[in-house]
């Protein structure tokens, strides 16, 4: 069983940055491809950035392409997610989530463990 804990989230005025760390534990965290989500309220959950287990390859969704970028430091268990340019459309609580099973790193069914989930909100 994997727990994820994130961290990293807060208020933050349009323009500014965050970083995003989520912590992995209880599981060979280099089995596990990695991803974050976001859910804004009255919205749907939906696929920001993914990282395969290695690291060689990263992922994105367009909307936050060029300002977003993924990482993973196998020997600290953990990912980030740096984010830059932060928008208030970006206001949202974000989720890391791990999956064993790879494929398509942007669908939500494709991960087997996640995190509780952190409050990102950008101010305008």
């Known amino acids: 069983q994997v727990q994820l804990i994130e961290s990293g989230g807060g208020l933050v005025q349009a323009g500014g940055s965050l970083r995003l760390s989520c912590a992995a534990s209880g599981g060979t965290f280099s089995r596990y491809g990695m991803g974050w989500f976001r859910q804004a309220p009255g919205k749907e959950r939906e696929f920001v950035s993914a990282i395969t287990r290695s690291g060689a390859a990263t992922y994105y969704a367009d909307s936050v392409k060029g300002r977003f970028t993924i990482s993973r430091d196998n020997a600290k268990n953990t990912v980030y997610l740096q984010m830059n340019s932060l928008k208030p459309e970006d206001t949202a609580v974000y989720y890391c989530?791990?999956?064993?099973?790879?494929?398509?790193?942007?669908?939500?069914?494709?991960?087997?463990?996640w995190g509780q989930g952190t409050q990102v909100t950008v101010s305008s």
């Open positions: 989530a791990a999956s064993q099973r790879g494929g398509d790193y942007a669908l939500g069914h494709r991960y087997d463990y």
